[in-house]
C-alpha cells in the first residue's frame, strides 16, 4: 500500500477467498485467523492487515485505547514544493494534552514564536502524516473551520478514507489535502483560528485541533 491508500482502495480480489466476520474481533484475532492458510495471509495482506501479531506497533503507552493517532502537519507551498512549516506532535493521550502543546508552541501569545507563518497570495496544502491502531478505521474524514476575529470564514470537509492498523513495516500513513491560497491585502493578513476534526463513519471523535496561523506580507 502507499503512504495514502486507504483500504477502500480497487484491488482485485476475485483469486482470493471470501471471508465473513460474524462478530468483530480484536487485531490480534485477525492476524492470527487460519495463520497457515495462504489464501488468507494474501487477502489479509491486500488490506494492509498484520498477518501476525508480532507485526504489530507497540502503543504508546499502556492501556492507549486510541485508534486515530496524528504524528504530523506538513504546511508545502505547491508552487515550489518546499516546505513551509511543520507542526510534530508529541505523544499524547486526549485533544486536551495536544490542545495545550499547541498553545504552548503555535499560537501568537507563546513564548517559543513558531507560530505558522504563511505569505500573502501563496498556494499551500497541509500533508497530514498519522496512524491507525487498535481497529480497523472506515470513513475517516477531516473537518476544519477557519475563523478571524470570531467570524468563520471558511470550512472544510475532507474524505480520507478506510484503513487498516499500522504495522512494523507500515508504520504511518499520509494524506495531502486540495491546495489554500493564503488571502491577501490589508484585510486578508492577520491571525486565523484553526478547528480541526477527525471522525469516522461510526461518529467517533478521534482528535480535535485548535491551532493558528498567520497571513502576512
Not at 504524528?71 to 505523544?91: G, V
Not at 491585502?185 to 478547528?195: E, K
Request: glycine share 4%; proline share 3%; aromatic share 10%.
Amino acid at each position: 500500500m502507499s503512504d495514502n491508500e486507504s483500504i477502500s482502495s480497487d484491488k482485485s480480489t476475485e483469486n482470493f477467498k471470501t471471508y465473513k466476520v460474524s462478530a468483530k474481533k480484536s487485531l490480534n484475532e485477525y492476524a492470527n485467523i487460519d495463520s497457515k492458510d495462504e489464501s488468507l495471509i494474501k487477502w489479509k495482506k491486500s488490506l494492509g492487515l498484520p498477518t501476525d501479531d508480532g507485526d504489530l506497533l507497540p502503543l504508546d503507552f499502556e492501556g492507549d485505547k486510541r485508534s486515530v493517532v496524528i504524528l504530523k502537519f506538513e504546511l508545502y507551498d505547491t508552487k515550489s514544493n518546499t516546505l513551509i512549516n511543520e507542526i510534530s506532535f508529541p505523544k499524547y493521550r486526549n485533544s486536551a494534552d495536544v490542545n495545550s502543546f499547541l498553545k504552548n508552541n503555535y499560537f501568537s501569545s507563546s513564548d517559543n514564536g513558531k507560530q505558522i507563518k504563511i505569505k500573502e497570495k501563496t498556494t499551500f496544502s497541509i500533508k497530514i502524516i498519522f496512524k491507525i491502531q487498535n481497529d480497523l478505521i472506515t470513513g475517516l474524514k477531516y473537518k476544519q473551520s477557519i475563523k478571524k476575529a470570531g467570524i468563520t470564514l471558511d470550512k472544510v470537509d475532507n474524505q480520507i478514507g478506510s484503513y487498516a492498523p499500522n504495522t512494523k513495516t507500515k508504520p504511518s500513513y499520509s494524506i495531502t489535502l486540495p491546495e489554500i491560497e493564503a488571502p491577501s491585502g490589508l484585510l486578508g493578513r492577520g491571525n486565523y483560528s484553526i478547528v480541526s476534526k477527525f471522525i469516522d463513519d461510526d461518529k467517533n471523535d478521534h482528535l480535535e485541533l485548535n491551532w493558528s496561523v498567520n497571513i502576512c506580507k
